[in-house]
T-cell receptor, first 113, second 114 residues
Framework: DGGITQSPKYLFRKEGQNVTLSCEQNLNHDAMYWYRQDPGQGLRLIYYSQIVNDFQKGDIAEGYSVSREKKESFPLTVTSAQKNPTAFYLC????????????FGQGTRLTVV | DAKTTQPTSMDCAEGRAANLPCNHSTISGNEYVYWYRQIHSQGPQYIIHGLKNNETNEMASLIITEDRKSSTLILPHATLRDTAVYYCIGGLNAGGTSYGKLTFGQGTILTVHP
């Protein structure tokens, strides 16, 4: 089945540690995105990539880093510089054209203790 | 990107139509209106989108006013599984490059009652 997969579903880390969240898609989508969601809030864009080896900062990129070495993969690293990393992280992908929808993964809930 | 305004919450009886309004008075002529929903602790699910004309698919109908300043999402026969947060999103430019860069607001919490 085609889709977008995030792993793991739950992740626990100690404060000060970097952690990498995985996002893989087999939809042949050029564009991929990372969003953060805090309790009771809407989603906020962290980073996005419209093509391999290229990515841009979203609205809340500080403390995060990404790479896009393969079309299928867009991992997100939450660094120790992110002051409040505990959140629900969502990855999405879409065709890089207008009039198209984005498909979301099921999310990774990161808890930093 | 167009800012959207939605009611915080709505209720609907099972089997009845759920009509969810959205105001997007700042939307420009080339910006689509998208609707997504999110069931608790899951990723958002695409529902429908439109530019100028009304749209219908297997999930819902989208009615966009002629001046494009507001729209209504209609779930024709709501079920308990339709209980979710519904997001109305504007600003994906037709002909632009902002595809997928969705600006989510607070959304409307729809509760479907038996």
């Amino acid at each position: 089945d085609g889709g977008i997969t995030q792993s793991p579903k739950y992740l626990f880390r100690k404060e000060g540690q970097n952690v990498t969240l995985s996002c893989e898609q087999n939809l042949n989508h050029d564009a991929m995105y990372w969003y953060r969601q805090d309790p009771g809030q809407g989603l906020r864009l962290i980073y996005y990539s419209q093509i391999v080896n290229d990515f841009q900062k979203g609205d809340i990129a500080e403390g995060y880093s990404v790479s896009r070495e393969k079309k299928e993969s867009f991992p997100l690293t939450v660094t120790s510089a992110q002051k409040n990393p505990t959140a629900f992280y969502l990855c999405a992908s879409s065709m890089a054209t207008e009039n198209t929808e984005a498909f979301f993964g099921q999310g990774t809930r990161l808890t930093v203790v | 990107d167009a800012k959207t305004t939605q009611p915080t919450s709505m209720d609907c009886a099972e089997g009845r139509a759920a009509n969810l309004p959205c105001n997007h008075s700042t939307i420009s002529g080339n910006e689509y209106v998208y609707w997504y929903r999110q069931i608790h602790s899951q990723g958002p699910q695409y529902i429908i989108h439109g530019l100028k004309n009304n749209e219908t698919n297997e999930m819902a109908s989208l009615i966009i006013t002629e001046d494009r300043k507001s729209s209504t999402l209609i779930l024709p026969h709501a079920t308990l599984r339709d209980t979710a947060v519904y997001y109305c999103i504007g600003g994906l430019n037709a002909g632009g490059t902002s595809y997928g860069k969705l600006t989510f607001g607070q959304g409307t919490i729809l509760t479907v009652h038996p």
